[in-house]
């Protein structure tokens, strides 16, 4: 790995203690939380240059590229639904049908 991802990185344990507070090293959680955000880190940067790769070798268009992530999020919004049916995303906030949502919501800790 790259100094400067090394570097990227060690912005877990910020995130980890944002989320968590403060915890040891060797706590399971924040462990968990810190690998958890160190991949979405790695994983935001690698997508982040593969883009810009594809955009300058003009292999697609800004234009494309944002058309395609409307159609992305809108596949992982309707397997979100399914997933927890009664919950829907608005651009006011997350509403849900209680009755429909029941079963799964009634699951989530107090």
Do not use: Y
Not at 63 to 92: N, Q, S, T, V, Y
């Amino acid at each position: 790995m790259s100094e400067t991802l090394q570097k990227l990185c060690k912005w877990r344990v910020i995130f980890a203690g944002w989320q968590l507070g403060t915890r040891s090293r060797d706590d399971p959680e924040a462990q968990a939380v810190r690998d958890q955000r160190e991949l979405l880190l790695l994983l935001r940067v690698e997508v982040n240059a593969l883009t810009v790769l594809l955009l300058r070798r003009r292999m697609m268009t800004e234009a494309e590229f944002a058309a395609a992530i409307d159609i992305e999020a809108e596949h992982l919004m309707r397997a979100l639904e399914k997933k927890f049916p009664g919950a829907k995303a608005e651009l006011d906030g997350m509403h849900m049908d209680i009755a429909e949502a029941h079963p799964w919501w009634s699951k989530f800790p107090p």
